[in-house]
């Protein structure tokens, strides 16, 4: 989407406004205008020119120019219908210097989880990959998932369906367990020197509008959980609270304390199977920039990564 688009969605989103008043604002001539609202039309939306200007007076379902429309966030939207993966997508776009981008995809034919795993990404899921260039050193990096995990929580929250997030960065539908189940996952991928990420990459799937039959054991999906929601508004919410979360210059500390709030993790018995040993203990706090604080049976042990299982209490 080019700037004069994106520039003429916003406008439209802030209520009705004529030809000569659009074209001042958005720099370009009329016929410019006429021709950029009739490929939003085009597009999918629903715009009525009336005495007091154009009007949208309907929104397409999902898109690029649907999920800027209204968005409070500084991030442009590439939109697929269907793409291998939207990391990888963003990872791409990173070579040629793009920041504060979304990918986002219907569908996922490649998508990737953790640690080379797959990653299913059916038609109907929430699946979009932030590319980012923070000015902070790669070792903040983990704090970022931990973000977007409270922000999938949080949006899903809005939508009806009692998220809460297994540390470090899955969500899950809370329940009796062992019935707590995947909702959405998170990957973050970056290249940076030692005190300074070049990019960074957040890749967040939420299983919104999938039939749970077509995720693996373990998953569970909004459609399941609360019925299907409007992904344009799903997708909106969460990436405004991530960027409430990190923008700027804001203290990334403050993430944490909303970790906390709906993290299932705190007080309970858990695993963790991190790269060179299994801890097994009561997970009591969570430290910046993401890492958890188990105290085992001989002493308090800080784990940076690795995955997590809670486990009944003994
Ligand atoms: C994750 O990995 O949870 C991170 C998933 C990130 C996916 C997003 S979608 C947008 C972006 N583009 C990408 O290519 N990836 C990101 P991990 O913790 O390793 O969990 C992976 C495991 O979860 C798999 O081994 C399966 O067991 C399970 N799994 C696979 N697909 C799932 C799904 N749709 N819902 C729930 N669980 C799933």
């Known amino acids: 989407m080019n700037e004069t688009r994106r520039a003429l969605i916003d406008a439209l989103a802030d209520g009705p406004i004529d030809g000569p008043a659009l074209a001042d604002r958005l720099d370009v001539s009329r016929a410019a205008v006429w021709k950029q609202v009739e490929a939003l039309r085009e597009a999918g939306f629903g715009i009525e ?20 429309f209204g968005l409070e966030a500084p991030y442009r939207i590439e939109y697929h219908d269907q793409i291998g993966s939207t990391n990888d997508r963003a990872r791409e776009l990173a070579e040629t210097g793009e920041d504060n ?12 989880g953790r640690l080379g795993r797959e990653w299913i990404g059916p038609s ?27 922000a999938v929580a949080r949006a899903a929250r809005e939508a009806g369906a009692e ?42 799937g939420v299983n919104a509008n999938v039939d749970a039959g077509a995720l693996p054991d373990g998953a569970t999906s909004l459609r399941e959980a609360t019925g299907d929601v409007d992904r344009r508004v799903f997708l909106q919410r969460l990436l405004e609270t991530f960027h409430d979360l990190t923008g700027g ?11 906390r709030q709906l993290s299932a993790t705190l007080g309970q018995r858990v695993r963790v199977e991190t790269p060179g040993e299994t801890i097994v203990g009561e997970a009591i ?12 049976d001989d002493d308090e042990r800080v784990v940076h990564t690795g995955d997590c299982e809670h486990l009944r209490p003994v």
């Open 285 to 296: 706090d969570v430290q910046f920039p993401g890492s958890l604080v188990v105290r085992t």
């Open 101 to 112: 981008l979304v990918v986002v995809a219907d569908e996922q034919t490649g998508s990737r």
């Open 49 to 68: 020119s009336g005495d007091d200007g154009y009007r949208v007076v309907e929104i397409p379902e999902y898109g690029a120019e649907a999920i800027a």
């Open 249 to 259: 210059d804001t203290d990334l500390h403050a993430i944490l304390d909303e970790w």
């Open 163 to 204: 998220a809460i997030i297994k540390w470090p960065n899955d969500v899950l539908l809370a329940g009796e367990e062992p019935t707590q189940r995947k909702l959405a996952g998170i990957l973050t991928e970056m290249e940076g020197e030692a005190d300074r990420v070049s990019w960074l990459v957040v890749g967040i």
């Open 124 to 150: 109907g899921g929430v699946w979009a990959s932030l590319l980012l260039r923070p000015e902070r050193p790669p070792a903040e990096i983990p704090v970022y998932a931990l973000a977007a995990a409270v």
